[in-house]
């Protein structure tokens, strides 16, 4: 991981929950140097609470961070060493717990560098621009929320970073796949060269991700998950056409 300063620049937290965040991230935000106010929302649906939350802060720059991430004392520092004047938001790729998507993960590593990824905004942890959600009005979502957010962003013409791992972990579980990939064609996140070129992916990456577990649960598991993303997306471009 990265050595990087003090931020030197307050920033207020946004934490979404449906109960209460993890206690260890809390305690890490705490005693992370530059942190602000820690707002925490229990709002529904999530697009809708980031906003309402993000304009309640009172720095220019306000951190979101997912109930279930743990971030680095030094997360802030590095993140905002890389805040420009035409930048947006700043995420940074977190490691899964879940190890069925760490392997998957690992071996995608291997060919292209997950911060590179342009269907990956990783927003389970990110800075942005408090402005930014002043003239926004996302649509009530939970799922692809963040690809919403991330094209409103560059639309308004300041660049959405990414950066490499810094020591952000996800303790996340998997979410509902159909309805993801509900969203996704709902709200144009995915076109059919993005699903097909995702399809030809999860085909070629995940043997390798189930060799590297010696699991054939791993196999299982992310086909699974693209079955039902698949299946989602149709479902919704079916819906379009009744």
């Not at 709002?43 to 809708?48: D, R």
């Not at 004047?85 to 392997?103: E, F, L, M, R, Y």
């Not at 999860?202 to 991700?209: D, Y």
Request: glycine residues 6%.
């Amino acid at each position: 991981m990265p050595q990087c300063p003090d931020a030197k620049l307050k920033v207020d937290f946004v934490i979404p929950t449906k109960d209460n965040p993890n206690p260890s991230l809390i305690e890490g935000l705490k005693q992370m140097p530059d942190v602000g106010e820690i707002i925490i929302t229990r709002e529904k649906p999530l697009s809708v609470a980031r906003k309402h939350a993000v304009l309640k802060a009172k720095t220019e720059w306000v951190a979101m961070v997912d109930d279930d991430v743990l971030l680095p004392k030094n997360w802030l520092g590095c993140v905002a060493a890389a805040i420009t004047s035409d930048t947006g938001a700043i995420g940074t790729v977190a490691v899964h717990t879940n190890k069925h998507v760490a392997a998957y993960d690992r071996v995608v590593g291997t060919v292209v560098q997950l911060n590179k990824i342009d269907t990956s905004p990783h927003i389970n942890n990110i800075i942005i621009r408090k402005e930014l959600m002043e003239n926004y009005n996302p649509p009530r979502l939970f799922f692809g929320e963040d690809h919403y957010f991330k094209r409103y962003v560059e639309k308004t013409g300041f660049k959405w970073k990414v950066l490499p791992f810094i020591g952000a972990t996800h303790l996340g579980s998997s979410k509902n796949y159909v309805t993801i990939g509900i969203a996704y064609r709902r709200y144009g996140h995915f076109t059919l060269f993005k699903l097909v070129r995702r399809m030809v992916a999860r085909f070629i990456f995940t043997p390798f991700a189930a060799a590297i577990n010696l699991s054939i649960k791993t196999f299982e598991y992310l086909t699974k998950l693209n079955i039902e993303f698949i299946a989602g997306w149709f479902k919704e471009l079916v819906a379009e056409k009744l």
